[in-house]
């Protein structure tokens, strides 16, 4: 099974990502990154994350290949910026009562994910 499957598919990543941006909604921080509306961007998120871990492939149907850094690189993304999102991130896969194994490949997954995102000194 993917751990889309695993977690119990889309449900699992709307709430993680709903725990996620309400978060960042009011991270002093990440928040000037963000457009006003976060709905497209819990939208897309959700579609990566769940094609990301074995779940439909709707976000590069619509999309395209995910490009990350690419998508992210008009933002000055800053040891902060990093530490402020993987702290949110960490926060909202601890609060989706996963097992621990599936737990820690996520949480390693973010970690290297969002170092790799790190773009400015």
């Given at each position: 099974m993917s751990v889309f499957e695993l977690v119990g598919g889309t449900p699992w990543f709307e709430g993680l990502i709903d725990r996620f941006y309400d978060?960042?909604?009011t991270?002093?921080?990440?928040?000037?990154?963000?457009p006003e509306d976060l709905t497209e961007s819990?939208?897309?998120?959700?579609?990566?994350?769940q094609q990301y871990w074995g779940g439909p492939s709707t976000y590069s149907d619509d999309r395209g290949h995910?490009?990350?850094r690419m998508r992210h690189a008009p933002f000055v993304i800053r040891e902060p910026e990093k530490d402020a999102w993987l702290?949110?991130?960490?926060?909202a896969v601890k609060g989706g009562d996963l097992a621990p194994d599936l737990e820690a490949e996520m949480l390693a997954?973010?970690?290297?994910?969002?170092?790799?995102?790190?773009?400015?000194?």
């Open positions: 978060a960042v909604d991270d002093p921080v990440l928040r000037p990154l963000y819990r939208l897309h998120m959700v579609l990566f994350l995910p490009r990350l702290r949110h991130m960490v926060d997954y973010f970690a290297q994910a969002s170092t790799h995102m790190i773009n400015a000194e």
